[in-house]
């Protein structure tokens, strides 16, 4: 029997790409001999080249002509199936070229639009990575159980030994970034989440957020219970995602390294101001979703917003942060 060669897309975001892992995985071990390739933005690249369970990836360039010099060089493999995990205008144009077998996920379009804007829930109870995996059931894929998959290429490993000695004990990671405003803490919730955790932290987040880092930085320096490093910007998506896979627990705004964590198996407190955790929660891991429940205009968006629309951002201006963690005591 012809081995199959299979071709998955995602071209975006960072948490949606690592959704993709059990997909990735269940092909390569539960498919006789499949050769899979992968293709998302070039962007993207630090989450995918160090997967073994991807046989070559190829990438989507931001320059002119490169959807279309992509399409012509994935047509070369004459793949067996194509299977979609986007579904959007571009992801069904490479299909269509291709003229190959496919499969698209089930994206839920008319229930999130339902549930976001008229506020009638009929969101089924499954993560997107299940539905994700849903799609190659007909090729005999079934879920393992063994959650998500991030690989960290050796020169992208961060040693405790290189952290200040305050962290080298142990810390916990608190992504403090996100995509969106509507998705992140105000400041002063960001000190108050920084005192009840209380304990040393690491900030990870990408340069935008190394402003906000410096803030808390500044305003906890004379708290030594709460000693904060400011990683934001210092490392590249891959170093970051060591920092938290060495943490001993991990909170994040709804964003996707904090969705990263749950590929190592960390305890995760995950921050929904707009959006909602229905179909979106921290997958095969222990968490805890924090958000506030008290309001009926959320969620307000399927992915953030700029601003929130009613002015009062009450989802996360007046959240309460109800939980209890244990403490340490460093090494």
């Known amino acids: 029997m012809k081995a199959l060669k299979i071709l998955i897309i995602r071209l975006s975001a960072i948490g949606d790409i690592v959704w993709t892992t059990p997909v990735i995985r269940g092909l390569k071990e539960q498919v006789s001999g499949?050769?899979?390739?992968?293709?998302?933005?070039?962007?993207?690249?630090?989450?995918?080249?160090?997967?073994?369970?991807?046989?070559?990836?190829?990438?989507?360039?931001?320059?002119?002509?490169?959807?279309?010099?992509?399409?012509?060089?994935?047509?070369?493999?004459?793949?067996?199936?194509?299977?979609?995990?986007?579904?959007n205008l571009r992801t069904t144009w490479i299909k269509f070229k291709l003229n190959?077998?496919?499969?698209?996920?089930?994206?839920?379009?008319?229930?999130?639009?339902?549930?976001?804007?008229?506020?009638?829930?009929?969101?089924?109870?499954?993560?997107?990575?299940?539905?994700?995996?849903?799609?190659?059931?007909?090729?005999?894929?079934?879920?393992?159980?063994?959650?998500?998959?991030?690989?960290?290429?050796?020169?992208?490993?961060?040693s405790v030994m290189e952290l200040p000695q305050s962290h080298q004990g142990g810390y916990v990671a608190f992504v403090i970034g996100a995509s969106e405003y509507t998705k992140k803490l105000p400041h002063n919730k960001l000190v108050e989440l920084c005192h009840k955790i209380n304990q040393p932290l690491i900030l990870v987040g990408g340069p935008e957020d190394q402003e906000e880092g410096n803030r808390l930085?500044?305003?906890?320096?004379?708290h030594p219970q709460i000693c904060i490093f400011n990683a934001c910007g210092k490392y590249n998506i891959s170093q970051s995602a060591s920092l938290v896979a060495q943490a001993r627990m991990v909170f994040g705004h709804d964003t996707g390294l904090t969705h990263i964590a749950a590929a190592f198996k960390k305890k995760?407190?995950?921050?929904?101001?707009?959006?909602?955790?229905?179909?979106?929660?921290?997958?095969?891991?222990?968490?805890?979703?924090?958000?506030?429940?008290?309001?009926?205009?959320?969620?307000?968006?399927?992915?953030?917003?700029?601003?929130?629309?009613?002015?009062?951002?009450?989802?996360?201006?007046?959240?309460?942060?109800?939980?209890?963690?244990?403490?340490?005591?460093?090494?």
């Not at 506020?119 to 159980?145: C, E, Q, S």
């Not at 930085?217 to 004379?222: A, D, L, S, T």
């Not at 921050?271 to 095969?284: A, D, N, R």
């Not at 307000?300 to 109800?322: M, Q, V």
């Open 100 to 158: 190959r077998k496919s499969r698209s996920y089930h994206k839920l379009s008319l229930h999130r639009w339902l549930f976001i804007n008229l506020k009638i829930n009929w969101m089924p109870p499954i993560h997107v990575a299940d539905r994700y995996l849903n799609t190659v059931k007909f090729l005999g894929v079934k879920p393992d159980g063994k959650g998500l998959d991030y690989f960290i290429a050796k020169d992208d490993r961060v």
């Open 34 to 87: 499949a050769e899979v390739h992968f293709c998302t933005k070039a962007q993207y690249h630090k989450i995918v080249e160090a997967n073994p369970y991807i046989d070559k990836i190829y990438y989507l360039k931001d320059e002119q002509n490169s959807l279309r010099e992509l399409i012509h060089t994935l047509d070369q493999e004459k793949y067996d199936y194509v299977i979609d995990l986007h579904k």
């Open 268 to 331: 995760v407190y995950i921050i929904f101001g707009s959006t909602s955790p229905l179909g979106f929660w921290p997958y095969e891991t222990p968490y805890k979703v924090l958000e506030n429940n008290r309001i009926k205009c959320r969620p307000c968006s399927k992915s953030g917003r700029a601003n929130c629309p009613r002015k009062h951002f009450k989802c996360l201006k007046e959240i309460h942060f109800d939980f209890e963690i244990p403490q340490f005591m460093p090494k």
């Open 217 to 222: 930085v500044k305003y906890f320096e004379n």
